[in-house]
């Protein structure tokens, strides 16, 4: 189905042969066919034409000495120094703890938090979006637009946590002014990316801001805001000028309040939406 949004073509973009990744007997991720002659030979892995298992009684060291060769040899890239969880893919309870940047690398499920910071008019409705713009030093997508909080999930945080945690480091907002956050939908990616393969959920969520107020950016990681007219914020985010996570998000946000009237968009992104229950 052709939307003409870039997020949208990109959301489910998987073209590289991978073959499936198991912690013990689970089936957590996947993993390049191209990146199998540089598993072989490893005490931790079986590797096979068909799949790749980790088996260990300490999977979290194993995984620790495995991503620092993979790393020496460059097939891991953008090293964070975070640590990720490993999920169950059915249960989503934490099976392992990795580096983060390893995640890409064995198609392991993620999580990210995002949210649309919005300014209502004199309707009460949606009239500007706050845009941020990444840091030029970014290791991934440097300044490309973004929404006004995104952040990857940790181990041992919730993604209504994390968009606490990075609200204040991406935007300088206070807890109280996320109280009120409401969720939006769950959006499913599943595609290659040059860091290797992103499985992510992404949580959205709508934080209302009164007018007046200006998130400003603490960690460095964010080059500018600017508030955009609704309609200006949606022609953003249909473009390959925005991350594919904040187009999305921002696609779900003007889906969600009746600002879109594109049923080939909605149709594309409801087909993504992950149900949670």
């Not at 991720?29 to 034409?49: F, I, N, T, W």
């Not at 985010?237 to 600002?259: I, P, Q």
């Amino acid at each position: 189905m052709t939307t003409g949004w870039h997020a949208l073509a990109e959301a489910a973009r998987a073209e590289v042969p991978r073959v499936p990744f198991r912690l013990g007997d689970v089936a957590v991720g996947s993993v390049a066919v191209a990146h199998l002659p540089a598993l072989r030979g490893r005490a931790e892995l079986q590797v096979g034409d068909d799949g790749v298992s980790l088996r260990a009684d300490d999977p979290d060291a194993a995984f620790a000495r495995l991503n620092a060769a993979l790393r020496e040899q460059g097939l891991i890239v953008a090293w964070r120094d975070e640590t990720y969880p490993v999920p169950h893919p059915a249960t989503r309870a934490p099976l392992a703890r990795f580096e983060r940047a390893s995640s890409r690398f064995w198609g392991t499920l993620t999580f990210g938090a995002h949210a649309t910071g919005w300014v209502a008019g004199p309707d009460g409705r949606p009239h500007t979006l706050w845009i941020a713009q990444r840091s030029f030093t970014k290791a991934t997508y440097p300044g490309l637009y973004d929404n006004l909080i995104g952040g990857g999930v940790p181990a041992g945080q919730t993604p209504a946590e994390t968009l606490v945690r990075e609200g204040f480091e991406e935007a300088g907002l206070v807890p109280a002014q996320l109280a009120h956050a409401k969720p939006g939908s769950v959006i499913r990616l599943a595609r290659d990316i040059p860091e290797g393969f992103q499985h992510e959920w992404l949580y959205a969520f709508d934080v209302q801001l009164p007018a007046g107020t200006v998130p400003r950016n603490q960690d460095g990681e964010v080059h500018a805001f600017t508030p955009m007219p609704v309609e200006d914020a949606i022609a953003l985010a249909r473009s390959d000028r925005m991350t594919v996570d904040a187009g999305l998000v921002t696609l779900d946000f003007a889906w969600r309040h009746g600002l879109l009237h594109d049923a080939g968009a909605v149709a594309a992104l409801r087909a993504l939406l992950v149900e949670t229950a």
